[in-house]
C-alpha cells in the first residue's frame, strides 16, 4: 500500500515563492513517477506536472518556466518549485503517483488511485 503526504502549502502575494512536497510511503514499483495536479473548489483536477523516475519532466504550458518539478529518491520524496506566483495558481494542490509517458512526442500521465491529501496554495496580496 502506498501513502503520499504532500505538504508545503500556504497563503503567498502575487510574485512569490513556495515549495510544496510529496513524501511517498512503501512500494512505488506499481508506477513509473510522479505527478501534481491541482483543483479549484467546483472544477476538475487539473494536470500541473510530472516525472519520471529517469528524471524527465513535463509541465503545463501555464507553468513552464515558474515551476520546477524535482525528485530526491534517497528520501523518495517529490517537489514542486513554484516561482512567480499569480492569483490563478490559488488551488489545492495533489499529488499522484502514476506514469508520465511521451506518445506521438507529446507527453501524457496515467495516473493510479493514490493521490494525497491536498495542501492548499492561495496567492493573494
Known amino acids: 500500500q502506498v501513502q503520499l503526504v504532500e505538504s508545503g502549502g500556504g497563503l503567498v502575494q502575487p510574485g512569490g515563492s513556495l515549495r510544496l512536497s510529496c513524501a511517498a510511503s512503501?512500494?512505488?514499483?506499481?508506477?513509473?513517477?510522479m505527478g501534481w495536479f491541482r483543483q479549484v473548489q467546483g472544477d476538475q483536477r487539473d494536470f500541473v506536472a510530472s516525472i519520471t523516475w529517469g528524471g524527465e519532466t513535463n509541465y503545463v504550458d501555464s507553468v513552464k518556466g515558474r515551476f520546477t518539478i524535482a525528485r530526491d529518491s534517497a528520501k523518495n520524496t517529490v517537489y514542486l518549485q513554484m516561482d512567480s506566483l499569480k492569483p490563478e495558481d490559488t488551488a489545492v494542490y495533489y499529488c499522484n503517483l502514476g506514469t508520465p509517458f511521451r506518445l506521438g512526442g507529446h507527453w501524457h500521465f496515467t495516473p493510479t488511485d493514490y493521490w494525497g491529501q491536498g495542501t492548499q496554495v492561495t496567492v493573494s496580496s
Open positions: 512503501g512500494s512505488t514499483v506499481s508506477a513509473d513517477g
